[in-house]
């Protein structure tokens, strides 16, 4: 935690060493094989990665999550092709949060669901879900990986969700309908499990001893990185071009 945290800071901590923030959060450790600036970019990394796994007959699966805007770029369409040819142990998930960056995906794309009405196209099922059950997500996950490792191929689930707010800090999301806001707010996926977990017969006094222990994880993590700091130039000018210097060449 504090590693991302000190990268979304640009401090020497991050996982980049505070020089890739947060569009390069990266840590090959931890199966975390990298997230990029340029949209869908990752979906044919995800498949190389599925791919190394299949030749080195390893039972790991690969993993990637897009927005729905990146179900019109190529990459989308060429990893799902390739990945179904050749059976890869890959899951492609969709969160589709009905918008790209401004622009609602119902306008710029002729499928209702811009994912899993286009999987046929690949020769895979139809997966569309309510991204925010996370009982629903959990058992789509382990039916995937599950398909994956048993060399059946990969899966492609659309997972249907909303963003809170604007795409990024500077976007206020006033183009957004006010009462589509309201009714996902109401369909916030955090305390609608917690009241899950309470119908299960969860105490009060468990949830608040999780959320409390999680909060002060938060908080050290936070203080670690703030007190870590920014990497040094010679860092920060390291690697910029492929000569490993910062220097532009014509």
Known sequence: MTGVLGELMGRECGLMGGKGGSMHLTDVSKGAMGSYAIVGAHLPIA???????????????????????????????????????????????????????????????????????????????????????????????????????????????????????GHSRADPGKYRPAEEVEAWLRRDPIPLYRQRLIDFGVTEAAICAVEDEIKLAVDQATKEAKASRPPAYEVIYKDVWADGGWAWRN
């Open 47 to 165: 498949m190389g990665a599925a791919w190394s796994a299949q030749y080195r007959g390893t039972d790991q699966v690969a993993v990637c999550f897009f927005g729905d805007g990146a179900t019109n770029i190529g990459a989308f369409h060429e990893a799902l092709s390739m990945a179904s040819i050749w059976k890869l142990p890959v899951v492609f998930v969709c969160e589709n949060n009905l918008y790209m960056e401004y622009t609602p995906i119902s306008v710029v794309t002729p499928v209702k669901n811009p994912a899993a009405d286009r999987a046929s196209a690949y020769g895979l099922d139809s997966i569309l879900i309510d991204g925010n059950d996370a009982d629903v997500v959990y058992r789509t996950a382990q039916s995937a990986i599950a398909r994956a490792r048993a060399g059946e191929g990969p899966s492609l689930i659309e997972a249907l969700t909303y963003r809170h707010h």
